[in-house]
């Protein structure tokens, strides 16, 4: 063994290799010296070494060790002062900055320059592995190549002759991409002429490709066009394209078209800037060509243009964007592929400048909700209501102490411009509104106890207002109204009882430990001073306060597994992609490493495995009203909606003057990991009913997969007047979810959902999706079916086939998946 550091040298060519194909027309590598830097190169072997001047000539298991790089042979003569080596016999040179692996029978290169040329070539790009365990990818697009020849050009560079390149793992790859000459440079893989082969069957010719190399490439080009078929757009068929804008920014725009509706455009811009800025900006729409419906045409086109946004300006002060602008409720109904989205009658843009410091919250404010109330039919309009902020300016603290005394003070406040419009009233102009907020308060705590009274004065200026009087539709008036009201508010947390349960039996149930706590809760509010609240117009939730005088009580009860202090902690090894990731999570280490494996020291279980763990949490509260007509708000027929009721439901209950809420539970079940049930809701003892019970399961094993989901919901309707209820206030759904895989489990997987409105005993949703993944490459397909009323009726059907750093064709989405 030896060691010793390369000196600089003059260009030259690479050493001639006997039969190197020069007459095929290989060229050869291009040899630029580098100064020298003192790095030392290691020689080993296990047969003789022998040196004349300064080369060396090797035998038998050699290594030759330089930086990051490592070259392995039967054979090597090596010049230590040009770095030149000509090497045979299972040659294999590993490292660099990329992962580097070349595999060939023989060749030439340069340690210093990392030129060279090899013959008979497997290798890869960005994969790592050994022997004895598989390989793992080192970035999200490995690169792996064969050829009969590869010159190699530099560090990351590469002309790979008579060859293919793949994704896959080699010898048998899924796909490759065939080619007289792949040319590797700047971090992906280009060609001329090339075939594309899956399964070892030729597919498609194609004149010229481009395939990334690293992980971090984006390059501009055509995506992989979309092919689907439904009932109600007819055969589909669409091509997007992808543009590299910058570093830091790019633009796909797409357009599809549906045999029977027309054309369809998408449009989205991406931008990731410093820390936490961004822009994302989405356009959609479609130009319908509409259908006869019972002797009336229809047209379902319409825009969709979705911002979001942030910018720091700096550690204290951002601006932030959120907007949406839908053309047509219709629209969305018909051609969104979420259901839930499909389904949402609410939007809502709101953008905002912020400064936050010291306790402190500035901002300007601006938003636009919107909703619809009444979808369209073939005689009538969207029925929808818009509220407008036209600017806002807010001011916000947290609580701040009063010099020595124990007291804390704390303000809200709030100068805005408003506008509402819905079918049958709007506001005339711009009403303005100055809310001023103060409070203070004085916390005490003893022996468990804690005790929280505060008091505060509100006032709130309009220059509008409307007419006294409770019947719908209101009437505005142009006179200015002040409410102000005085707030006395007490809270109280009672000791939290508590008490640890250790057995045998319980150790053998739950391994642990069970610990029990209860948590009571008190609160009394009094509110006076609201007498014209019928008078004020309803923008938002600032709007709706009231008197009320109530008393707040309530417990939540929590169930934990407790684990002894000098109980170790587990490992928990955590299969990622076909690989081994290991939690390194502890008291002392956070995070994850890739390729770890049980026997690494160091690692442990994730803190919720280790310690104190959750296991039932139950919360029951109710409020009982002294002052049943809430300072005279009630309209008794009528659903009335105050902040102090949606203080302890966000479910609509008060139609009369009455002294108890309903009973609010909130229940939520985690035994393992793997399960998760949570059963939340509202009974009304005074109506004997569910205004509210929502159900939902979670049980995933493995591969295997599972959801429940139960909706119900039995309270006033929206208007509720001249007997007109909304048709949201009555409805019971279920959404059922099975499946077995995941989107990267190799083999076969089934996933199955549906939507049931069992009130209307309608489906309104199904999906069923199967699909089957090869090591680099899947197969999915999917039938999906929707029942929306008039609005939408459509079978569909979706496939995709992706290949691992190429892409996917079919219209199957990733947000669409059920797995």
């Known amino acids: 063994m030896s060691s010793e550091a390369p000196r600089p040298v003059a260009a030259e060519t690479l050493p001639d290799a006997p039969d190197d194909g020069r007459e095929k027309g290989y060229p050869e590598a291009v040899i630029v010296p580098l100064p020298d830097d003192g790095s030392t190169v290691t020689i ?5 070494q022998t040196k004349t001047g300064s080369r060396y000539t090797l035998d038998r298991d050699v290594v030759i060790t330089y930086k990051d790089r490592k070259v392995e042979a039967d054979h090597i003569d090596y010049d230590s002062d040009t770095g030149e080596m000509n090497a045979a016999g299972h040659l294999k040179v590993t490292g660099g900055e990329n992962d580097e692996v070349i595999n060939a029978s023989r060749g030439s290169m340069n340690l210093k320059t990392q030129t060279g040329r090899f013959f008979d070539v497997n290798g890869s790009v960005g994969l790592h592995g050994s022997k004895t365990s598989k390989n793992i990818y080192s970035n999200g697009h490995p690169f792996l ?7 190699k050009t530099g560090p990351k560079n590469y002309d790979i002759y008579d060859g293919s390149v793949t994704s896959c793992e080699l010898p048998h790859p899924d796909w490759q991409l065939f080619a007289g000459r792949f040319s590797v440079k700047d971090g992906k893989a280009s060609a001329h002429n090339s075939t594309f082969r899956v399964m070892g069957m030729p597919l498609v010719f194609l004149p010229y490709i481009t395939h990334p190399s690293e992980g971090e490439q984006r390059q501009s080009g055509f995506m992989i066009p979309v092919i689907g078929q439904s009932s109600t757009r007819g055969f589909v068929l669409g091509e997007q394209f992808y543009l590299v804008l910058s570093r830091s920014a790019d633009l796909t725009v797409g357009l599809e078209y549906y045999s029977k509706r027309g054309w369809s455009q998408t449009g989205t811009f991406r931008y990731r800037g410093l820390g936490n800025n961004f822009v994302m900006a989405h356009y959609s729409g479609l130009l319908d060509r509409g259908y006869i419906s019972d002797g009336q045409y229809i047209n379902q086109g ?25 053309s047509s409720y219709a629209y969305r109904t018909a051609f969104d592929d979420n259901f839930n989205q499909a389904v949402s009658s609410d939007i809502l843009s709101v953008g905002y400048l912020t400064h936050q410091a010291d306790g402190y919250s500035w901002s300007i404010r601006a938003d636009r909700y919107q909703g619809l109330k009444q979808t369209a039919t073939a005689t009538q309009t969207e029925q929808q209501i818009r509220i ?38 709007s506001t005339t102009g711009l009403t303005h509104r100055f809310d001023l907020h103060p409070q203070i308060a004085f916390p005490l705590k003893a022996g468990g106890w804690s005790v929280r009274p505060s008091v505060g004065v509100r006032d709130t200026l309009y220059t509008r207002s409307k007419e006294n009087r409770t019947t ?5 008036s142009g006179e200015g109204i002040n409410r102000a009201d005085v707030e006395f508010d007490v809270e109280g947390r009672l000791p939290v009882l508590e008490r640890t349960f250790s057995s045998p039996f319980v150790h053998k149930l739950f391994g642990d430990d069970i610990r029990h706590t209860i948590e009571p809760e008190v609160d009394y509010r009094l509110v006076r001073g609201v007498d014209n609240f019928h008078r004020v117009l309803r923008f938002d939730d600032t709007d709706v306060v009231s008197n009320t005088n109530q008393f707040q009580y309530g417990l939540t009860q929590r169930i934990f597994v407790h684990r002894k202090s000098n109980k170790p902690c587990p490992a928990v090894v955590i299969p990622y992609a076909g690989q081994t990731w290991m939690s390194t999570a502890s008291p002392n280490n956070s995070g994850s490493t890739p390729g770890a494996t049980t026997s690494d020291p160091g690692y442990t279980a994730s803190p919720e495995s280790c310690g104190n763990r959750e296991l039932i949490s139950w919360k029951l509260a109710q409020v009982h009203f002294f002052d049943q007509n809430f300072g005279g708000a009630v309209v008794t027929g009528r659903r009335n909606i105050f902040d102090s009721t949606l203080a302890i439901s966000g479910v ?10 309903p009973l609010i539970s909130r229940l939520r079940v985690r035994t393992s990991d793997n399960v998760d049930v949570e059963w939340d809701f509202d009974v009304d003892t005074g109506a004997k009913k569910f205004t509210s019970n929502n159900v939902l399961v979670n049980i995933h094993e493995g591969n295997i997969f599972s959801g429940l989901g139960y909706a119900r919901l039995n309270a006033p309707g929206r208007f509720n007047v001249a007997g007109f209820s909304s048709a949201i206030s009555d409805f019971t759904q279920l959404r059922l979810l099975l499946g077995y895989g995941g989107p990267t489990h190799k083999g076969f997987g089934m996933a199955a959902n549906a939507g049931y409105d069992l009130h209307l005993s309608e489906l309104q949703y199904g999906a069923l999706q199967v699909q089957y993944n090869w090591d680099c490459c899947g197969f999915s397909v999917e039938y999906r079916k929707y029942e929306l009323g008039s609005v939408r009726n459509e079978n569909s059907y979706r496939f ?20």
């Open 800 to 819: 995709n086939l992706t290949l691992a750093n190429i892409g996917s064709a079919g219209n199957l989405s990733r947000a669409q998946r059920l797995f």
């Open 145 to 151: 190549f064969e050829g009969k020849v590869v010159v």
């Open 472 to 476: 719908v539709p209101p009437v505005e």
């Open 652 to 661: 609509a209950f008060l139609t009369e003057p009455r002294a108890i809420s």
């Open 388 to 425: 407008f902020h036209t600017p806002a300016f807010d001011l916000f603290s947290t609580e701040h102490r009063l010099g020595q005394t124990g007291l804390e003070w704390s303000v809200e406040s709030e100068a805005t411009s408003l506008k509402r419009v819905q079918p049958n009233f």
């Open 302 to 326: 319409g825009e969709d243009i979705l911002f979001s946004g942030r910018y720091d300006l700096s550690a204290h002060t951002r601006m932030v964007g959120n907007a949406e602008y839908l």
């Open 44 to 48: 080993e072997s296990a047969g003789p």
